[in-house]
């Protein structure tokens, strides 16, 4: 399946690798033209170049979506670019600290909660007057399936998630009457540099046994597939769903948060 993004102008952020860059490559091929933002300019403006030698329109800008003025930058930088915006994937984050509430450093608190969730609203800040300026459009926030569950040791990412939800229902009542669908999709463990980067390898081998075996964890069953593995989704999933979810076509497709399955544990 195939929608037509011919003419729309899209920015994904995060989009040097994992699901970022494969929501960019999957908005690429059917006809989008996709400015990708990243801290990682070489990561990014590697990615650009692999979907343009595929046919496709797309360049890289190095932002810091912790930042307010490059996140304004970065929308400018589309509509200059390309005339316009019309899509808008907001999925840059980092893992953070791994360590229970009451120790948690504080520094690592608020590079979280920057990085995770004030990222997002500057991010709906400039990219949805930008759209309603296009014609209307969609936005798409990348939360995770810990957006509505907890996860120890994880309070800072568990809450930028859970208020992440929640930013993205209040915009999206607020503009759907102006052409701007807004949703969020929460995916379960996928096997992204960020996962690898910032877990441990004792949580990992957590996260494995739960996708070979069909575990628990604290609250919450994880239910076995058929199809399950002993590995996390690979991005493609995700950026599966997000492409779905931002078809300009999909008018009947109401704003909401979008479960993914982790390697159909369940999630």
Avoid: C
Avoid at 64 to 78: I, L, P, Q
């Amino acid at each position: 399946m195939t929608y037509d993004f011919k003419d729309k102008v899209a920015i994904v952020t995060g989009a040097a690798s994992g699901i970022g860059a494969a929501v960019a490559r999957a908005l690429a091929a059917d006809g989008a033209k996709v400015l990708l933002a990243d801290l990682d300019i070489r990561g990014a403006e590697t990615v650009a170049a692999e979907i343009r030698a595929a046919g496709g329109t797309a360049s890289a800008v190095e932002t810091n979506v912790a930042d307010a003025v490059e996140v304004e930058a970065m929308v400018e930088t589309a509509k200059r670019t390309y005339g316009g915006l019309h899509l808008a994937v907001n999925n840059a984050g980092i893992g953070g600290p791994a360590a229970p509430t009451g120790e948690y450093p504080l520094d690592g608190w608020h590079k979280v909660i920057d990085t995770n969730l004030n990222s997002v609203f500057y991010g709906l800040r400039y990219q949805i007057p930008a759209i309603i300026a296009s014609g209307g459009g969609a936005i798409v926030n990348m939360a995770s399936i810990l957006g509505a569950v907890a996860f120890a040791n994880s309070s800072a990412y568990v809450t930028a998630k859970h208020g992440l939800i929640g930013l993205t229902k209040t915009a999206a009542i607020e503009y759907a009457k102006h052409g701007v669908r807004i949703n969020a999709i929460g995916p379960g463990f996928i096997d992204t540099p960020l996962l690898s980067k910032n877990l441990d390898e004792a949580t990992l081998g957590y996260i494995r046994g739960l996708h070979r075996s069909g575990g628990s964890a604290p609250r919450r069953k994880w239910r076995r597939s058929p199809r399950s593995s002993s590995h996390p989704a690979r991005p493609s999933s995700p950026a599966a769903t997000t492409w779905w979810t931002a078809a300009t076509s999909r008018s009947d497709v109401p704003s909401a948060l979008r479960a993914i399955r982790s390697a159909n544990t369940g999630y």
